[in-house]
């Protein structure tokens, strides 16, 4: 953009969203040209919005003036794609953080985009209720920025990615235009599932300002479980022989033994640095019943080539495991090692064993 029609455009974005939301500062513009990959690049002109209206005003502008728009949530990304290729408007829209509605009944709540995840996991839990995406990134990943990714986490194996549980979206179009998708009900059948187009669309289809998103009651109890492998290919194959078995983990995480290592030497976690463990959650609606299964597994784990296998019920003990996985990402990271590229691939169950080997290579 050149420095006339600039200044102009940040008049009009001024007097959308008042002087103090729209930045221009080179430093802090810096702090926007990147997102948690190595990609970078710098924006013209960074606007926060504070309510749908003001998002629609600032589309229609950038509409009119033909400028790249970039709609920017926690900045966690992992793939560049928020970094504001080609300049233009980042719309910021941590501003926009209210959890407007908590229905327990309906099971569903309505928050703005800008909401924090485990903000809202944490508002969730005081009336026995939770939001299944839970993507390793919560306390800086946004509402909008986990359906725009489609995020997933680490229970996942059992509840799927943010798609399903998405009922319905207020999105603002890049004409300005706003619309509402979906529903607020659990079930619905009829039309085009056009709210399910817009999970995971990376902002490329317009920016989504409202959510209503599907809840479930906490699990009454949950047991964590690890099993230690001296063998990828033994912990591969147990992964498959959990699943015959019958049981639904609500948490299955594979963790390898240089992110063990990894983790150790920053959190001092205690892992048994092995070729493999797996961190398995069971979770049940009475107390009881993750206690009966936990046997069972720690039997499935063993059946399988595990050299060890126990469990725990014991809040510290689950948290320590659960920083396992979660940290292992940060972990590498700050092993000064030039940079860590992060892959996520997805492959059909009875391929793991052949994956990890190579992965491991
Ligand atoms: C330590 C770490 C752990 C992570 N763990 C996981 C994980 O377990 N699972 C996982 O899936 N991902 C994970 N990620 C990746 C990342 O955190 C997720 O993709 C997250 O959903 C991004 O949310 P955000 O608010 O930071 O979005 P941003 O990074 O700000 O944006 C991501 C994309 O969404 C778009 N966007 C943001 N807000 C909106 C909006 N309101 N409307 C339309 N488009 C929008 C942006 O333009 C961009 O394309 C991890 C990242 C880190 C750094």
């Not at 289809?205 to 209503?212: D, F, Q, R, S, Y």
């Not at 995480?253 to 240089?258: C, G, T």
């Not at 292992?328 to 090692?337: D, E, H, Q, T």
């Amino acid at each position: 953009m050149n420095t006339e029609k600039l200044d102009q455009v940040v008049e009009e974005l001024k007097a959308i969203v008042g002087e103090e939301n729209v930045i221009t500062d080179p430093a802090l513009l810096y702090c926007y040209s990147a997102d948690a990959s190595i990609n970078q690049h710098m924006p013209d002109v960074v606007v926060r919005p504070g309510k749908t209206e003001e998002v629609s005003e600032v589309l229609k502008l950038a509409n009119r003036e033909r400028i790249p728009v970039h709609p920017r949530g926690g900045g966690t990304s992992l793939s560049g794609s928020v970094v504001p290729y080609g300049g233009g408007i980042v719309v910021d829209m941590t501003r926009m953080n209210k959890i407007i509605d908590i229905r327990p009944a309906d099971l569903w709540c309505i928050v703005e985009a800008g909401v924090i995840h485990a903000d809202l996991e944490r508002e969730l839990a005081k009336y026995g209720l939770f939001y299944p995406p839970d993507p390793a990134s919560s306390e800086s990943a946004t509402i909008g920025g986990t359906i725009a990714t489609n995020a997933g986490g680490l229970r996942g194996v059992k509840y799927g990615t943010t798609r399903d549980w998405v009922l319905g979206l207020e999105v603002v179009l890049p004409t300005g235009d706003v619309i509402n998708v979906g529903t607020k009900t659990l079930k619905t059948s009829s039309g085009y599932q056009l709210c399910r187009l817009f999970v995971g669309s990376e902002g490329t289809l317009g920016i989504i300002t409202k959510a209503v998103l599907k809840l479930l009651p906490i699990p009454k109890a949950r047991v964590r479980v690890m099993g230690v492998f001296d063998s990828v290919v033994d912990a591969a194959r147990a992964v498959s022989q959990i699943f015959m078995a019958g049981i639904t983990p609500g948490l299955l995480e594979f963790v390898d033994k240089n992110a063990q290592k990894a983790i150790n030497s920053w959190l001092n976690l205690g892992l048994p640095e092995t070729e493999a463990i797996l961190i398995i959650d069971l979770e049940g609606s009475t107390e009881e019943e993750p206690l009966k299964l936990a046997p069972y597994l720690e039997r499935v784990l063993k059946e399988n080539g595990a050299i060890e296998a126990r469990y725990t019920s014991d809040p510290e003990e689950m948290n320590k495991l659960y920083l396992a996985r979660a940290k292992a990402y940060p972990a590498m990271f700050r092993l000064g090692k030039p940079t860590v590229l992060v892959e996520d691939i997805t492959v059909p169950v009875r391929s793991f064993q052949k994956r990890s080997r190579k992965s491991t290579k």
